[in-house]
Structures are given as structure tokens and as C-alpha cells.
């Protein structure tokens, strides 16, 4: 089965730059997905196929994705950015999460 | 928009169904999945179902359990729930999918399932 690891929380200060990893085995070949959930709610896409931004989410949210690794980063993160964040692939025939990462914002 | 209902308290062994009706889009276009989260941990993917129906992937965590059906002209989607475990308590979320490369972009409001003595 495919792994995806993610760290267990990030912090970051208010307005400044939080980077979150994705780590799989040659991630870089597939299409990375984000998602932001905050308690009680769905979650919610942030990032899309690597780097795409869905309608309506701010421009502070970016992604990459190479090699072993897949990366969101929220650059200037604001309080309404405290949240959990989950990446996501396919994988034959299986839809893969990582484990989500914990943003705090100081 | 995706609108869920089921769910509830349940014995160990017995069964439930959830089901998740659409609206706003033309739902036979999409894939139509279902995720699961214990509280506090993270997602975990169940099952799709192609929006024909015919293609359909379990996790195998709940393969020979859980069967995943929709019916495309009431707009629904459901998963039958049987042979119910403790570890199977969490809240369940229906979500679409354009296609198996895509991204989850709409989601359910998540309905809980507790299974319990």
C-alpha cells in the first residue's frame, strides 16, 4: 500500500510562512490534493493537482510537489488559517490520506 | 451540495445505512465516494462508486462489510453498513469526484456512526 507522512503539527507566527510536507515514494509522478478542515466541519480544498488554487481560497495558499515530496505553504498565514491539513493521492484504485498536519498560528 | 443523513447508535454486529443526497450539479458526471474519520484522527477512504455504477472500490478495512450504491435519477448515493465493529465508529463523509485524478471538491456534512454495546 502507499504511505503518505506528513509532520504532526507546524506552527507559525502571525503572518509569517508555514510549510507543510508530504512525503511518498516518488510523489512527484502523482497528483497531490490539500485540504484544510477545521473542527465538526468537512474538509476543504485548498490546493489542487500540485499547485492549483480553487476558486474563492486565498492566493497565501500554494503548493509544489517533486520527487519525494509534496509541500503546502501558506504564505502571511492569518488566524483563520489554524486548522488541520491533509494531503491526498490515488493511488491504484485506492485514495490515500496522510495522517494531517496541525497548524497552529502564534 | 451534498446532503447527508443516517447514522446513529448501533450494536456491535448489527448494520446501518447512510445515505447522501445531491443537488446543483449533474451527479451521473461524477464519482461519488465515501471517507470516514474517527474523532480526532485522520481521513480514511471507504468506497467508490463510477457514476454509472459501474465500477466500484472498497477499502479493505470494510470489503465483504460495506456496499456502496447509488441510484442516479433520486440523486443519491448510499452505503449499507452490516457486520458493524467498534473500530468502524467515526464520522462518515460522502464526497464527488470529477475523475480519479481529481481532488474531493465537494463534500458532505459528515454524519456519525457509533458503534457500541
Known amino acids: 500500500s502507499y504511505d503518505l507522512t506528513q509532520p504532526v503539527s507546524v506552527s507559525v507566527a502571525l503572518s509569517q510562512t508555514a510549510t507543510i510536507s508530504c512525503g511518498g515514494n516518488?510523489?512527484?509522478?502523482?497528483?497531490v490534493h490539500w485540504y484544510q478542515q477545521k473542527p465538526g466541519l468537512a474538509p476543504v480544498l485548498v490546493i489542487y493537482?500540485?499547485?492549483i488554487r480553487p476558486s474563492g481560497i486565498p492566493e497565501r495558499f500554494s503548493g509544489s510537489n517533486s520527487g519525494n515530496t509534496a509541500t503546502l505553504t501558506i504564505t502571511g498565514a492569518q488566524d483563520e488559517d489554524e486548522a488541520d491539513y491533509y494531503c491526498h493521492v490515488w493511488d491504484t484504485a485506492t485514495e490515500v490520506f496522510g495522517g494531517g498536519t496541525k497548524v497552529t498560528v502564534l | 451540495q451534498l446532503v447527508q443523513s443516517g447514522g446513529g447508535l448501533v450494536a456491535p454486529g448489527e448494520q446501518l445505512r447512510l445515505s447522501c443526497t445531491a443537488s446543483g450539479f449533474s451527479f451521473p458526471t461524477y464519482w461519488m465516494h465515501w471517507v470516514r474519520q474517527v474523532p480526532g484522527k485522520g481521513l480514511q477512504w471507504v468506497a467508490r462508486?463510477?457514476?454509472?455504477?459501474?465500477?466500484?472500490e472498497y477499502a479493505d478495512s470494510v470489503k465483504g462489510r460495506f456496499t456502496i450504491s447509488r441510484d442516479n435519477a433520486k440523486k443519491t448515493v448510499d452505503l449499507q453498513m452490516k457486520s458493524l465493529r467498534v473500530d468502524d465508529s467515526a464520522v462518515y463523509f460522502c464526497?464527488?469526484?470529477?475523475?480519479?485524478?481529481?481532488?474531493?471538491?465537494?463534500w458532505g456534512q459528515g454524519t456519525m456512526v457509533t458503534v457500541a454495546s
Open positions: 493537482k500540485d499547485s
Open positions: 462508486i463510477r457514476g454509472d455504477g459501474t465500477a466500484i
Open positions: 464526497g464527488r469526484m470529477l475523475t480519479p485524478q481529481d481532488p474531493f471538491d465537494v
Open positions: 516518488n510523489i512527484g509522478e502523482k497528483h
